[in-house]
Nanobody
Framework: QVQPVESGGGLVQAGGSLRLSCAAS????????MGWYRQAPGKQRELVAR????????NYADSVKGRFTISRDTAKNTVYLQMNSLQPEDTAVYYC?????????WGQGTQVTVSS
């Protein structure tokens, strides 16, 4: 299977915004709940947002609730993560994957760095 391709990360000041994109393979994208995960240095990977296969239900980790918004475009096989009011603790590599995560489906991720 083809790995997802995450993009849109970068360096931003605290309070800023970024929009991440995940180009997912068609087969897995259409049939499953998708999520955005992140892994900060020295920490375990965590799920921060997920969206149902039809896009009608979303859930967020408490740490990002009210600041991040997940969405998906089925026609483009793409999942997005709009991140507002970014804080230094949001610094991490961000990945997309199904929920639950498929062990062999991790991409390279996209680095998000938030400076104070």
């Amino acid at each position: 299977q083809v790995q997802p391709v995450e993009s849109g990360g970068g360096l931003v000041q605290a309070g800023g915004s970024l929009r991440l994109s995940c180009a997912a393979s068609g087969r897995i994208f259409v049939f499953v709940t998708m999520g955005w995960y992140r892994q900060a240095p020295g920490k375990q990977r965590e799920l921060v947002a997920r969206i149902s296969r039809r896009g009608d239900t979303t859930n967020y980790a408490d740490s990002v609730k009210g600041r991040f918004t997940i969405s998906r475009d089925t026609a483009k096989n793409t999942v997005y993560l709009q991140m507002n009011s970014l804080q230094p603790e949001d610094t991490a590599v961000y990945y997309c994957n199904s929920v639950p995560a498929a062990p062999n489906y991790w991409g390279q991720g996209t680095q998000v760095t938030v400076s104070s």
